[in-house]
């Protein structure tokens, strides 16, 4: 074990990584582009499997919290001390270089490293290394970027839940190697429209508009029209997979506050029920989602997210405000007495940035 980092190694492309282990066993790893920080996790060894065992109490008690005990089991994580490695922070310092694999390759070198190192702890053993986000034990959040890592990595490893098992050394940047141009958004592209703006201009000049007229108005701004409600009407990017909602009136104000909130706040069960939000204006007159097929007449929604969703003061489930694969993607509605402790996540709140002025730091383990 040693305070300082250790050599450069790695990552995929331009990008390398470095890994410090502090004494008390934390391992810290930084990720470069050439000798700029662009990110970096935290991740340390978790002594026992009693605390994910008490964990899933509340998971009985509350019906609330992960099942991480049972798929640890589940997995085979035998013995007193299993080599469990738990991720505490994850994060992309600088938001260029977002949507580039960087994530999901950062985790598989903490894996790798974590696999390396296991049988060299105090109270290590050569068997599998079992890797797990901090939510397993109650304490932090994992954020909705970084539980897409983890549903990544569990395509391809072992997995139960949000565990993975790891029998063999990782190959790091497997995915951004195979994959290098996958259709990622590009916040960058996003910056680039000025939406306060435009959103302003919208009101003014389209809050009575036709669909002929909304069609000009897009095409003038290099937008493209994709479709209308009650109170906002919805535009497609000309090269980023997102829509952007711009309002009729205050009412269409007031649903982009709400869906963003309802994005913001909402429990990881909830948020899988949702198509994602990318960006919001406080004042509710732009609002930036992703992009996906509305649902056709006939498909439809899983009677279990229509309950959740209910239960939760969710509203208008008319086919149309739903995609192809059952989320809802108009949440613009809301009743917030429903919005119970169990439909909110358990902390850190404040994760929908402002594509005006993106912050960058993003999952947390
Ligand atoms: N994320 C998206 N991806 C693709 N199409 C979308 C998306 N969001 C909305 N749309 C399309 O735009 C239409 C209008 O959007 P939305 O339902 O959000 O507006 P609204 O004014 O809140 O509607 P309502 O009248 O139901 O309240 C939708 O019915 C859908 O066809
Ligand atoms: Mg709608």
Redesign the pocket.
């Known amino acids: 074990m040693s305070n300082v980092f250790g050599p450069k190694k790695p990552l995929f492309g331009p990008y390398t990584y470095r890994v410090k282990r502090n004494v008390n066993d934390d391992t810290l790893l930084a990720v470069y582009h050439g000798s700029k920080r662009i990110a970096h996790m935290d991740a340390y060894w978790a002594y026992s499997v009693r605390t994910f065992e008490d964990r899933e109490e509340d998971v009985r008690r509350y019906g609330k919290g992960l099942s991480c005990y049972t798929d640890l089991r589940t997995l085979g994580a035998e013995g007193k001390y299993p080599n469990i490695l738990s991720v505490s922070h994850a994060f992309i310092d600088d938001p260029a270089y977002m949507g580039k694999g960087i994530g999901r390759a950062m985790y598989e070198a903490m894996m790798a490293e974590g696999y390396a190192v296991r049988e060299t702890r105090v109270s290590g053993s050569p068997g599998p290394l079992f890797f797990v986000p901090d939510v397993c034990k109650g304490v932090g959040s994992t954020s909705a970027d970084a539980l897409r890592v983890w549903a990544s990595l569990g395509r391809d490893y072992p997995s139960a839940g949000v565990v993975i098992r790891v029998d063999a050394p990782p190959v790091v940047g497997s995915r951004a190697k195979a994959n290098p141009r996958r259709r990622r958004r590009n916040p960058d592209a996003l910056v680039g429209l000025r939406l306060d703006a435009l959103a302003e201009d919208f009101t003014e000049k389209m809050a009575n508009g036709t669909t002929a007229q909304m069609r000009r108005w897009a095409k003038k701004h290099g937008l493209t029209y994709?479709?209308?409600?009650?109170?906002?009407?919805?535009f497609?990017h000309a090269t980023e997979p997102?829509?952007i909602?711009f309002v009729?009136s205050s009412y269409?104000q007031e649903?982009n506050q709400n869906?963003a909130r309802a994005w913001r706040e909402a429990s990881p069960n909830i948020r899988k029920h949702l198509?994602p939000i990318v960006a919001a204006d406080p004042a509710g007159r732009w609002l930036v989602?992703?992009?996906?097929?509305?649902m056709r007449a006939t498909q439809y929604t899983e009677k279990d997210a229509l309950a959740d969703l209910q239960g939760c003061g969710f509203l208008?489930f008319?086919r149309?405000?739903f995609?192809s694969d059952g989320r809802m993607?108009?949440y613009?509605?809301h009743l917030w007495f429903r919005w119970s402790e169990e439909c909110r996540g358990t902390s850190n709140p404040r994760r929908t940035r402002s594509a005006t002025r993106p912050t960058g730091a993003r999952s947390r383990g």
């Open positions: 994709v479709g209308e409600g009650e109170s906002r009407a919805v497609g997102v829509v909602k009729f269409g649903a869906e198509v989602m992703e992009r996906v097929k509305p208008d008319g149309p405000n995609s993607l108009d613009g509605q």
